[in-house]
Structure formats: C-alpha cells, structure tokens
C-alpha cells in the first residue's frame, strides 16, 4: 500500500471516491428501486398484511417501524465507533467490515419475500447499519487525510462524485426495469420484478468493486499501540455526556439544537417515506407509468435539492440562518397539508420539487447553523457526534410515530399530515432561539 502524505491530491481523491462507492445505497436502496419493489411485492401477492413475530401489520407501518429498529441500533453503536476510530490503530478494517455487510446486505435483498419476510428484512436492516456504520470511520478520515483547509473542498468534492455516481447506477437500473428484455429478463411484470432484484445486487458490487480504490490508499490509521479497553468503548458515551452537560451554559445552542431536534424528525421522516407513499397513494394509472413517475420524481428531488441548498445559503448570507429556518419550516407545514389532498402524478412531481428546494436547505443550513453556536473548542468532533445522535434518534422517533398513525388510521395521508405538528413546533422554537447579528 502507498504511503501517500496527507493533503495528497491521490491520497484526497482515494477519500473522497468512497463516496462514488457507498452513494448508490442511499439512492438506490433507500430511496428508489427498493421502495418500488417492496410495495410491489405486496400487491402482485395480493397481500396487505404479514404476520410477523406473531402480530398482522401492513406493508408500510411494517418498513418504517424496522427503519426506525435499524437507525436506532446506529444511533446505539456511533459512539462506540466514534470512540474506537478516534483510539484504534487499524481503522480501515471497521470500515471493510460495515462496507462488505451493507454491501452484502444489498445482494441478499435479491432473495427479498414476503414468504420469508423475517430474513428478508434482516437484509434491509443490515444493510442500513452497514451504510451508517461505515460512514462513521468514512468521516473520521477527513482529518487524517487533508489539511483544515482542504476540509471543505474535499468533502463537497465527495459528496458531488457520490451524486453523480449513484445517479448513474440508477439510470442503468431504471433501464433494467423498464426494458428488461434487452438485459435478458423477459418482458412484463414479472420480468421488471427479476430486473429490481438485479438492481439490488448491482449496488452491492459497485460498492465493494469502487471501495477498492479508497482501501487501497487510505492510511490504516493512527495506530496508538494499546489494546482498545472498555474505557476507550465508553469514551464516546463520556463525550457525549460532557456535550450535554455544557448545554447548560449555552442557552443558544440549546434551544437550536431542540429546534433541530423537532423539526428533523419530521424532515428525515418524510424523506424516507416520500417514495412509499407516491407508490401507494398516486393513481399512476398502470405498473410501468408508476416505476418511471417515481423514480423520476426522486431525481427530481436530488436535482433541485442542490440548488436549494445554493439559494438558501445565499438567503442566510442576506437574511440570517434562523430566519431562513423559520421560513423554510413554514413552507414544509405547506407541503404536509397540500400532500394530504394530491392524487395526480403531475401534482406529486411539482411537490417533490418544492421537497427537493427545501431538503437541500434545511439541510445544509441546519448543520452550518450548529456549527455557527459551537463554543470556543478543540473538541468539535464530540459536538458533531452529538449533533448526529441527535438527528438519529429523531428519525427513530419520527419513523415510529409515522409507522404508528399509518397503522391505526390506515392511512399514509394522515401520518403526513399529523407530521405538520412536528414543523410548527420546529417554528415556534426557533423563534425562541436567541440571535445575534450573524444569525
């Protein structure tokens, strides 16, 4: 393995093409092709309910409800793994090892049934801690490769390889889905069904096959050459803790990060949901008109989100971080109520792209925003590890209310509109959110 020093163009790029590997998970799996076949799967089955662990659910309380098991046990084990990457000499074999589970993972999804819901959605939930989990050894290499400088171009350098990387895969698959026979899977439904199962395995290889390139110049790590004791496990839990105890002395960072709290668990929720409830509650008219309207309406989103998140820096420059914030929650208490009453694809299109100009906002603004109420310190990782359990534990919360609502009323309009809670509580915090002239 090459030596390279830090700050290395090679060495910076090995980083950043990690992104190019892992990005077509979060696209593909959790976002497009798989929603689409899951909620598919049910109806060529002529199923709405599975029994599991001895209880009937539907379809899609049953994904949210494992969603939120899976971010839970992430938002459990990112401490531990915070601290072990921060101690551990050989970091690079913790990331292998979630790379190939959630790579493997995705594969596995190939054999996804509903006659063996249980494994199958071991498969899923593996496959979301594999992604997560690998990403928190992923970040925890930026220091060690580029300078504080190069901070800031590297990782919006990964994040734009990782964009176009997975929209490249999932173009490949929406064409496996809509012509199978030219892929040699046949033609109708069952055909498309066989092509998304391809798809799944497609981005366990890429995964692995592209990861290659970033373990082969990433550095082992700094090796500290002590054996990692039970102190060093608990040591992330101990810098959170210290985290928690300092919000008693910054009243402005803890009303934002309240804020933050509320208002991302509606924000994640609706992300991870967006594509189940186009599937199931837009009269599409048939399969092939449903696959294309969805899949393009996330790339509609992808799309926009990025010029969102350039308008709404631009408007915090000129109107402060906390003001933008405010407004943009307001727009998403629009869009639960105007999503509750949408039933034309062309209806479904024009809200995800409002979805797509506030996501990349409220995103990017969000965690600049933190950033901006940090205190004088070293320490920001332990901040920034907080700042991501906390975001984590929102989704858990968030995906359990939805998956909760979705169950009992029967209904995903109702989970979404119940979800205009969670933003007008988000707006009446922020205004409680002390502000200064550069917020």
């Not at 593996?126 to 050894?137: K, M």
């Not at 979805?355 to 906002?361: I, N």
């Given at each position: 393995m090459p030596n390279l020093q830090k700050g290395s163009k090679k060495l910076l790029n090995a980083w950043a093409f990690y992104d190019w590997a892992n990005s077509v998970y979060s696209l593909v799996i959790a976002s497009a092709i798989f929603p689409i076949y899951y909620q598919a799967l049910f109806k060529s089955a002529a199923v709405t309910t599975v029994t599991v662990f001895g209880g009937a659910i539907r379809s899609t309380p049953l994904i949210s409800y494992t969603t939120a098991a899976a971010f839970l046990i992430v938002?459990?084990?990112s401490p531990l793994l915070s601290g072990i990457a921060d101690y551990v000499g050989n970091k690079k074999n913790f990331m292998k090892f979630f790379c190939y589970l959630g790579a493997l993972s995705c594969m596995g999804l190939y054999f996804f049934s509903i006659e063996n819901i249980h494994i199958s959605l071991l498969f899923y939930f593996?496959?979301?801690?594999?992604?997560?989990?690998?990403?928190?050894?992923y970040n925890s290499y930026l220091p060690d490769v580029a300078f504080p400088e190069q901070q800031d171009s590297v990782s919006a350098r990964g994040y734009s390889m990782g964009y176009i990387g997975s929209v490249i895969l999932l173009l490949f698959n929406l064409g496996m889905v809509m012509f199978p026979q030219y892929f040699g899977?046949?033609?109708?439904?069952?055909?498309s069904m066989q092509a998304m199962r391809w798809s799944f395995v497609s981005v366990g290889v890429w995964w692995i096959l592209f990861s290659?390139?970033?373990?082969y110049f990433l550095p082992k790590g700094n090796k500290s050459g002590k054996k990692v004791s039970a102190k060093i496990v608990l040591n992330g839990f101990r810098e959170l803790k210290g985290v928690y105890n300092s919000l008693s002395e910054n009243i402005q960072l803890k009303r934002y990060l309240v804020a933050f709290f509320v208002y991302s668990m509606a924000v994640q929720t609706v992300?991870?949901?967006a594509t189940y409830f186009g599937e199931q509650e837009i009269s599409w008219g048939d399969d092939d008109a449903k696959t294309i309207g969805l899949i393009l309406s996330i790339l509609i989103i992808q799309l926009v989100a990025v010029l969102g998140a350039f308008l709404t820096s631009s408007a915090s420059k000129r109107f402060g971080n906390i003001p933008v914030l405010i407004i943009i929650n307001i727009i998403w208490v629009g869009i639960c109520i105007v999503a509750y009453f949408i039933y034309a694809p062309m209806q479904f299109y024009i809200t995800a792209g409002i979805?797509?100009?506030?996501?990349?906002?409220i995103q990017s603004l969000s965690r600049s925003t933190y950033s901006k109420f940090l205190p004088e310190t070293k320490d920001t990782t332990s901040y920034f590890s907080f700042y991501d359990v906390a975001e984590k534990i929102g989704i858990v919360i968030g995906m359990l209310i939805y998956g909760f609502i979705d169950q009992i009323t029967g209904s995903m309009r109702n989970a979404i509109l119940f979800l205009v809670i969670f933003f007008m509580t988000g707006v009446f915090l922020l205004v409680r959110v002390p502000r200064n002239k550069n917020n």
């Open positions: 938002a459990l084990i593996l496959g979301l801690i594999g992604f997560w989990g690998s990403l928190v050894f899977f046949g033609e109708g439904g069952t055909a290659q390139f970033s373990f992300m991870l949901v979805v797509g100009l506030v996501m990349g906002g």
